[in-house]
């Protein structure tokens, strides 16, 4: 008798049908879904101008039901959920015991629904987690993923119709999230302004309706990525690794509050928000334009002889050429000039400070 193994099937978007549509490399992070259309940089001057979607129906998208939906996130979770008013929406981490990021939700609520979208393969564990910690209460979780969509849309309001995520104000430009404060500050010792901003929201539709959402400009991911990396929004997966703090990359204010109660990882939160300072810290990369090839995620970052980081995500933007995101040693001098070890030679880098320095 011959073993059957059963494969899954890889995800593949009906955009990809559409004229000019080019996927992804195999092995990145949005693979299944439009990388561009043939003409990444004017997409991304379409974004910018506020015009275009881009498909993002590869991200997971997980649903809680029941009365008790709100005060249960919100005790899970690093962000202040029991008060979310219908049609709000924020940004939530889930952390291990230890502090380190694990899952990044996108939480928007329309009253009687919770909705969470989740990165690309990350659905199912999330909706695990979250059964194994229901109990008694009044709360149903289902992975949402098969009958819904995420569209990116370069606009800053709420959709009228669909449940909508916004970008967090800090990252959009227009503000500061409501994050409160502890012993140690507030949210602005880790940030005090971004190297861009990035403005946009997540609409949730039916996968049916999913081609008509894109519109006629649609743009690819490589679009936002690059405004996305331009503007050194983390991404989990991409910014973050098993050992990553919120702190470390940007996450304490429009992911983090710090004046709520416990949930799993306070502690470590609170000991480095209020006692010490993260090891690392998010920058930005500037990266020399005459490089044949940008670096791989991982990559290392080196400062003369002495490896100090990682490559988190690079992208071409259409103004600032090669760029990227890295996370590297706290100590690392401000001013100090870099080198990526790629595949494909060395990189020279100057970096562009993320997280302050103190």
Known sequence: MTDVVARVTPYRSPALDLPGACPAPEGWADEGVPWHYGDPHAEQRRLVDGRGAVDLSHRGVVTVTGPDRLT???????????????????TALILSPHGHVEHELHVSDDGTTTWITVEPGTAAALVAYLDSMRFMLRVEVADASGEWAVVWQPVREPDAERVTWLIPADMAGVGAS?????RGGDASKYVDHRPDVLVGREVIVPRAELL???GDEPAGTWALEALRVAAAVPRLGQETDHRTLPHEVGWIGPA????????????????VHNLGAPPRRLVLLHLDGG????PAHGDTVVLGDREIGWVASAARHYELGPIATAV???????????????QSGDIAAGQEPVILVR
């Open 256 to 271: 983090v509050h710090l004046a709520k109660g416990c949930y799993r990882g306070q502690e470590a939160v609170a000991r």
């Open 291 to 294: 490089a044949e090839a940008l």
């Open 178 to 182: 409501d994050s409160g404060s502890d």
């Open 212 to 214: 008509t959402a894109l």
């Open 72 to 90: 249960w996130l919100h005790s899970l979770t690093t962000q202040h959920l029991e008060a979310l008013a219908p049609g709000a929406s924020t």
């Open 328 to 342: 590297i040693k706290r100590s690392v001098d401000p001013a100090a000039n870099l080198v990526v070890r790629a």
